[in-house]
């Protein structure tokens, strides 16, 4: 399985192998791919998103029973998908017991959490840990002032905003959720570049620009059309662009 850069330089230096783990908020399954080639004994990748739920489930089943043997040739290697989970289900009330994991991760998770859910969230994972268990956080700094992809995302929260009552995205810095889990029991360990600047690649761009349209569709009709428009004029405008950075944080619940 291919594994991102981010992910493998996150992990590196935690102890998964032989570890019940959990995605917390499976995407594309990025974290969960990392995790099973890691070693890990079990891993519970949890969505509330039918699509990443099925993306994560097609992604270890697909590549799971196959390895490289670095010159492109697959061998046979153990079938990564009998060590998989795929809960859907919302992080708020996640459907495992108290201390059933042993590391946790939320890759790219806290950006698209406003302040109620983050917390939410936070007490849900702490309730799932077991004692001693790590925790990886990967996330992204606000971007700096005068990026262009900043007014995407302007864009982006006021048409959630306007039509969900709730932002989009947003953006924690670093030291903000290292007091944060610390206020929720977790014992910092380290902070890491993961990216610098991060590339905010034209596919990147076109997917929040679709999500801010999406938005918009759903608000009052002139301000949601005007909305919808300027997300599609600055998803020209912009391209791609390189800025900001993601970075990657390390916590231990006390035994």
């Not at 698209?112 to 996330?139: C, I, M, Q, T």
């Not at 590339?199 to 569709?217: L, M, R």
């Not at 909305?227 to 944080?249: C, F, H, N």
Request: charged share 25%; hydrophobic share 40%.
């Amino acid at each position: 399985m291919d594994v991102p850069r981010t992910v493998a330089t996150a992990l590196a230096d935690r102890p998964v192998a032989g570890k019940r783990c959990l995605e917390a908020g499976a995407g594309a399954g990025n974290a969960t791919a990392g995790l099973l080639a890691n070693g890990a004994a079990r891993v519970y990748a949890v969505t509330n998103d039918r699509d990443h739920a099925r993306t994560t489930r097609r992604r270890v089943g697909d590549e799971g029973n196959r390895s490289s043997d670095g010159d492109g040739n697959d061998e046979g290697g153990d079938d990564h998908a009998d060590r998989l989970a795929v809960l859907e289900a919302d992080l708020r009330a996640v459907p495992l017991p108290d201390d059933a994991v042993d590391v946790i991760t939320a890759h790219g998770l806290c950006n698209v959490l406003d302040p109620a859910s983050l917390s939410a969230v936070a007490e849900e994972l702490s309730r799932v840990a077991a004692p001693g268990a790590h925790l990886v956080v990967d996330d992204y700094d606000p971007v700096p002032d005068g990026a262009a992809i900043g007014e995407l995302f302007a864009v982006e929260n006021a048409a959630s905003e306007l039509s969900r009552g709730r932002p989009a995205l947003t953006f924690y810095p670093a030291a903000f959720l290292r007091r944060f889990f610390a206020g929720h029991g977790w014992e910092f360990e380290r902070e890491r570049t993961l990216l610098e600047p991060v590339p905010w690649t034209e596919s990147h761009v076109a997917a929040h620009a679709d999500q801010a349209v999406d938005a918009a569709k759903e608000g009052p009709g002139e301000t949601g059309d005007a909305l919808a428009a300027a997300a599609r004029r600055l998803e020209s405008e912009i391209g791609s662009e390189s800025v900001g950075r993601m970075y990657g944080l390390a916590f231990r619940l006390p035994d």
